[in-house]
C-alpha cells in the first residue's frame, strides 16, 4: 500500500529519549540561548529540535541500576542537586562472594565498586525531570513515536520515518490508522540505548562496525518495598559468585533506597554456553541466598524488568558519524562495563553531541567530514580516558571469572593495556554449544515457578512490569525463518529464546503438524535480547506502535 506521509524538516532529530538524547538535547538548547543571546547568525531555534520516545511518557522504558555518578550531570545543570530526583547519596558500599549458603564479604571493596560521591537513583524518574527541563527550553519532545525507519541519503541519514498507527495484526489499516510521519533533519541523533533498532541497520549498511562485535549482558531487575530496618538507606551492595557459575560472566546487586524500598538484580553476560540457561530464574534464585532473603523477606514486590547492557567498550564502538548523523550513549558502546555505568558516560556523549551539531548547523556544514568533531571531541575529554582504562576488561572474562579477574588486575596496573591490546571478542550468540538432541521439544511443564512471595514466574514478574500493547497489531519480533526454529534450532540448541527471553515472549507448542513457535509479543520488555541471543541471528527487533511497552515508573 503506498502511503502519503506528512513531511516535517528540523534542524536536529533525536531518537530516543534517555540520558544520552536527552543530555544532548539540553545542552543543545543551552547552546542555541547563549547564541541568541549574543544575536549570533545563522538563526538558530530550539524549536527545530525534536525528540522522539517510543514509550508512552518520558522515562516509561528506563531500566537501569541505578547508581549515577554525577559527573556529566554535574556539567550539564550545575545546581541538579537542588531540583534533580536524587533517591539518596551513596552512603556505604560493599563487595560480597556468595556461594550457595555462604557470603564472604570482600576485606576492600574493589575500586571501580566504589561509590562515595554517587547517588542511587530511579533513571525512571531522572529522565522524567530532564525531559521537563528540555521541554521548557521549547525542544519538540514526542512520546508515543518510535522511529521506524532510517531516510538514507547517499553516504548518511536524513532522518527517520515514524511508525504507521491503527493497523491490525493482518497489516490492513483500522478505522484508526496514522500514517507515520517523514521526518526530515540535518543532523539526527541515534540515541536508541542498546541494540537500538535503526542503529543496527545503519551499523551494518553504512559499515560502520567497530574492531570488535558488541557484546551484551542482560539486566534483570525488580524493586521491593521491605520491612523497615532490613537495609541502610543508601548502603550499596554487589555480589559475585552464586548462583552463577565461574564460567557465566555476572553477578548481582542490592541498593538501599529512601523509604525502605530495595533496587536488587542480577547481570548476565549473554555469551553463555548452555544454552538451556535461564537469567530470569538465575536471579530468582539469587533472592533465595540467605543475604538475600533475609532482606526480602516480609516485603513486596513494585516492578521488575529487564533491558540489556552494551559491554563491549571502546573496541566495540561503531564509528559514530556519518553524513547528518551521530550515534551516542549505549547505541555507540560507551558504557563503562567495569564500573557497570553508562548514565554519565551517556550524557557526557550527548553533550559533546550537543556541541558538535552547533558548530555545524553554525558552519552551514553537516557532512561527515564536519561531524567527525564528535569522536575527536571524546578523545580530548574525560570519557576517552575513562573508557580506555577498561578498553579490554569484558574481554578479558571470556575463558571465566577466575583468569577474567587476574587479567583485570594486570589490566588495572598497566592503565587498561592488560597482556593483549587490543583483546578481541567474538559475537556471544556464537558462544552457545550445541545440544544434538533428537526433533522433540523441550518439557517445559518442569521449569522453574518461584513461590509466588520471595520468587515468581516470569509472566508474574512481567506483570509486574506494566507492560502493555495494542494486541491487534503485526508482531514486532521478526522471525526471518521461522522453519530454523522449529526444526533445526530444535535438534541444535532446543530453542533458547524460551529461557533467554525474560518476558515468556517466545513459546514452542507440540501441533500436529510438528513443533510451532507462538510468540506472545504483548509481553515483550524491549529488553532486545532476542535479537541479540538468538543462535541464528533470525529474529529481528523493531519498535511496536509507539505507547507500546512496559512501564518502568519508580525503577
Ligand atoms: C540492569 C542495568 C543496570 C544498570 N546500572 C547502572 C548503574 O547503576 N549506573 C549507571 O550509570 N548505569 C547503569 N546502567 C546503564 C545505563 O542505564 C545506560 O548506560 C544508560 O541508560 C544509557 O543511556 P542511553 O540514553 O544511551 O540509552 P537508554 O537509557 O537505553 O535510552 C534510550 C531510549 O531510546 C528509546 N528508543 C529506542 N529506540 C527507539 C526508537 N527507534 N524510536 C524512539 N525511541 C527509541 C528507548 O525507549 C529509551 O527510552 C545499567 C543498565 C542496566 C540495563
Redesign the pocket.
Known amino acids: 500500500m503506498s502511503i502519503e506521509r506528512e513531511r516535517v524538516e528540523a534542524d536536529v532529530l533525536i531518537?530516543?529519549?534517555?540520558?544520552?538524547?536527552l543530555g544532548c538535547a539540553l545542552h543543545l538548547a543551552n547552546l542555541i540561548e547563549r547564541h541568541k543571546q549574543a544575536n549570533k547568525s545563522p538563526s538558530l531555534s530550539t524549536e527545530n529540535i525534536y525528540v522522539?520516545?517510543?514509550?508512552r511518557e518520558l522515562g516509561a522504558?528506563?531500566?537501569?541500576?541505578?547508581?549515577?555518578?554525577p559527573r556529566a550531570l554535574r556539567e550539564l545543570v550545575p545546581d541538579f542537586e537542588k531540583t534533580a530526583p536524587l533517591d539518596t547519596p551513596v552512603t556505604g558500599d560493599a563487595a560480597y562472594f556468595l556461594t550457595e549458603k555462604g557470603t564472604h564479604k570482600l576485606p576492600i571493596t574493589p575500586p571501580p565498586l566504589r561509590n562515595h560521591g554517587n547517588y542511587v537513583v530511579s533513571?525512571n524518574k531522572l529522565?522524567k525531570w530532564l525531559g521537563e527541563l528540555v521541554e521548557k527550553k521549547g525542544v519538540n519532545v514526542f512520546t508515543q513515536?518510535?522511529?521506524?525507519e532510517l531516510v538514507y541519503e547517499e553516504n548518511g541519514i536524513a532522518g527517520v520515518l515514524t511508525e504507521d498507527k491503527g493497523i491490525d495484526k493482518n497489516g490492513k489499516p483500522k478505522d484508526n490508522f496514522t500514517p507515520g510521519y517523514e521526518l526530515r533533519a540535518k543532523v539526527t541523533v541515534l540515541?536508541?540505548?542498546?541494540r537500538?533498532?535503526?542503529t543496527k541497520e545503519a551499523v551494518n549498511r553504512l559499515k560502520l562496525d567497530g574492531l570488535n562485535p558488541q557484546v551484551y549482558g542482560i539486566?534483570?531487575?525488580e524493586l521491593w518495598d521491605v520491612q523497615p530496618g532490613r537495609i541502610d538507606t543508601g548502603y550499596v551492595a554487589h555480589t559475585l559468585g552464586w548462583p552463577l557459575h565461574s564460567d557465566v560472566y555476572g553477578g548481582g546487586w542490592v541498593y538501599g533506597m529512601s523509604n525502605n524500598r530495595v533496587s536488587l538484580?542480577m547481570?548476565v553476560g549473554l555469551e553463555y554456553h548452555n544454552p538451556l540457561f535461564d537469567p530470569h530464574e538465575a536471579f530468582q534464585r539469587f533472592k533465595t541466598h540467605p543475604f538475600v532473603r533475609k532482606i526480602l523477606e516480609g516485603g513486596k514486590l513494585v516492578r521488575y524488568g529487564a533491558?540489556?547492557?552494551p559491554y563491549g567498550g571502546w573496541y566495540a564502538m561503531p564509528r559514530s558519524y556519518m553524513d547528518g548523523g551521530l550515534i551516542?550513549?549505549?547505541?555507540a558502546s560507551l558504557?563503562n562495563s567495569q564500573r557497570?555505568?553508562?548514565?554519565?558516560?551517556?550524557i557526557k556523549s550527548?553533550m559533546l553531541a550537543a556541541e558538535t551539531i552547533y558548530e555545524a548547523l553554525c558552519a552551514g556544514d553537516i557532512s561527515a567530514k564536519a561531524l567527525a568533531a564528535y569522536p575527536k571531541k571524546i578523545e580530548q575529554s574525560w570519557l576517552k580516558k575513562e573508557l580506555w582504562a577498561v578498553r579490554n576488561f569484558h574481554q578479558a572474562f571470556h575463558d571465566g571469572i577466575w583468569k577474567g579477574l587476574f587479567l583485570a588486575g594486570i589490566q588495572f596496573v598497566t592503565g587498561g593495556r592488560g597482556l593483549t591490546d587490543p583483546m578481541r571478542a567474538e559475537a556471544g550468540y556464537k558462544e552457545y554449544s550445541k545440544l544434538n538432541r533428537d526433533g522433540t521439544l523441550i518439557d517445559q511443564s518442569t521449569r522453574f515457578k518461584g513461590d509466588g512471595k520471595l520468587t515468581f514466574d516470569r509472566l508474574t514478574d512481567v506483570y509486574h512490569s506494566g507492560t502493555r500493547h495494542e494486541e491487534d497489531q503485526p508482531c514486532h519480533l521478526h522471525v526471518l525463518d521461522p522453519s530454523i526454529c522449529v526444526d533445526r534450532c530444535v535438534r541444535e540448541y532446543g530453542n533458547p529464546c524460551q529461557y533467554f527471553c525474560p518476558a515468556a515472549v517466545y513459546e514452542m507448542t507440540a501441533e500436529k503438524s510438528g513443533p510451532k513457535l507462538k510468540i506472545n509479543f504483548a509481553n515483550c520488555v524491549?529488553c532486545k535480547t532476542c535479537d541479540i541471543a538468538d543462535p541464528y541471528q533470525i529474529i529481528n527487533w523493531v519498535?511496536p506502535e509507539g505507547g507500546g511497552?512496559p512501564n518502568y515508573e519508580g525503577m
Not at 15 to 21: E, F, K, R
Not at 52 to 55: F, G
Not at 145 to 148: C, E, I, N, Q, V
Not at 328 to 331: A, K, R
Open positions: 531518537v530516543g529519549a534517555g540520558p544520552a538524547g522522539l520516545e517510543k514509550a522504558h528506563q531500566l537501569s541500576g541505578a547508581i549515577m555518578d533513571l529522565v513515536f518510535a522511529g521506524r540515541a536508541e540505548g542498546p537500538g533498532s535503526l539486566g534483570i531487575k538484580g547481570v533491558k540489556t547492557v551516542i550513549g549505549d547505541s558504557l557497570l555505568k553508562g548514565i554519565h558516560t551517556a550527548g524491549h519498535p511497552g
